[in-house]
Nanobody
Framework: QVQLVESGGGLVQAGGSLRLSCAAS????????MGWFRQAPGKEREFVAA????????YYADSVKGRFTISRINAKNTVYLQMNSLKPEDTAVYYC????????????????WGQGTQVTVSS
């Protein structure tokens, strides 16, 4: 059974930082591209960042480019999202996702999804 478990969310002031983690189990992690998505209240889920299987290429939404960094440690079956210079508009539930295709991840068409972790940025 595949599980993606996010952690690291919380409440932070604007300008602060958080690091999200997503621990994967039940899948050959090295074979999967990974992504982070977010959904704010009343809004559709949106792509945040993605990383290919070996970490060699990353992709970001324009809204987070230069502030967020996605990374992975395959030996730990874990993907991270370092979030700096947080803004109130970054407030959302953040989801981790996995798919064999980085193109599918970037489109949000992922085979596996986590349950999400709440990030709240106060002004």
């Amino acid at each position: 059974q595949v599980q993606l478990v996010e952690s690291g969310g919380g409440l932070v002031q604007a300008g602060g930082s958080l690091r999200l983690s997503c621990a994967a189990s039940g899948l050959a992690f090295n074979n999967y591209a990974m992504g982070w998505f977010r959904q704010a209240p009343g809004k559709e889920r949106e792509f945040v960042a993605a990383i290919i299987w070996n970490g060699g290429t990353t992709y970001y939404a324009d809204s987070v480019k230069g502030r967020f960094t996605i990374s992975r440690i395959n030996a730990k079956n874990t993907v991270y999202l370092q979030m700096n210079s947080l803004k109130p508009e970054d407030t959302a539930v953040y989801y981790c996702a996995a798919d064999g295709s980085s193109w599918s991840v970037r489109r949000g068409e992922c085979r596996y999804w986590g349950q999400g972790t709440q990030v709240t940025v106060s002004s």
